[in-house]
């Protein structure tokens, strides 16, 4: 299996400071030009299906893209690859709650015209993929990318199950989230390299990892070549 991890376009919460932030922002003007850009470097890449996190804003960053592509695209939305603490309002602990996150059919609004085959796991219902849950703990957050780990293991990579049609390695992109990124490279990496010490993770910023023979190997890291200069963007805090 091969595998990309894409941070989210620029979202209205990447470009305010932390007290202005909402719990399910859009992503911004800057945001919609990162991923028009990020979609015409995708035209170059074959993939076999796309993982997206069910927050707007990688939603909106999945959707610029396969306006992009003229080729049908199989979309899977995962109930377990959203950003570290989930979907909440608030800053700190005395303002901090829980919010509801999009529901199944408002997601499927937004991607269902431009998208061949789309999947929304289950657990995702009319009541919010969140539904005002309290704020996800740090220690729930890593537990999770053992659990998205053994997932892309299982449906893609394990002993050539999930091999594309035309017998290859399949490929598979993901759009997530700084936070959530670095906690699965690190999962992935089995701990071997700080992600932490990677630097600001960029809007669209393209990692690549090969996984073969039970372990993963990080080929690229962090890469915007796709980006002109004054549309790199990274504000993570």
């Known amino acids: 299996m091969q595998l990309y991890l894409i941070r989210h376009a620029e979202s209205g919460n990447n470009a305010v400071p932390t007290y202005q932030r909402s719990e399910d922002p859009s992503i911004t003007s800057v945001g919609r030009l990162q991923a028009e850009h990020l979609g015409n470097w995708i035209k ?8 997206t996190s069910p927050f707007r804003r990688t939603l909106e960053t999945t959707r610029t893209v396969l306006q992009a592509n003229s ?11 959203f950003e570290r603490g989930g979907c ?3 800053w700190n602990a005395s303002n901090v709650a829980g919010a509801r996150g999009m529901g199944r059919s408002e997601i499927l609004n937004e991607l269902s015209d431009v998208v061949g085959t789309l999947t929304i796991d289950e657990t995702i219902g009319e009541t919010g993929w969140w539904g005002e849950q309290p704020r996800e703990t740090d220690d729930a957050a890593i537990e999770r990318t053992g659990i998205v780990a053994e997932r892309l293991v299982r449906e893609f990579g394990g002993d050539g199950k999930g ?25 992935l990496l089995d701990s071997k390299a700080d992600a932490m010490r990677f630097g600001p993770l960029r809007n669209t910023g393209v990692t690549r990892l090969n996984y073969a023979k039970n372990q993963w190997q990080l080929d690229i890291l962090n890469s915007v070549t796709h980006l002109p200069a004054r549309l790199i963007t990274g504000n993570e805090h």
Not at 44 to 51: E, G, Q, V
Not at 163 to 187: C, W, Y
């Open 44 to 51: 170059t890449l074959r993939f076999d299906a796309m993982i």
């Open 71 to 81: 080729k049908p695209s199989d979309v899977r939305i995962w109930d377990s690859v």
């Open 88 to 90: 909440y309002r608030g």
């Open 163 to 187: 091999s594309s049609e035309n017998g290859q390695s399949p490929v598979i992109v993901m759009v997530t989230h700084a936070d959530f990124k670095r906690l699965l490279l690190s999962r």
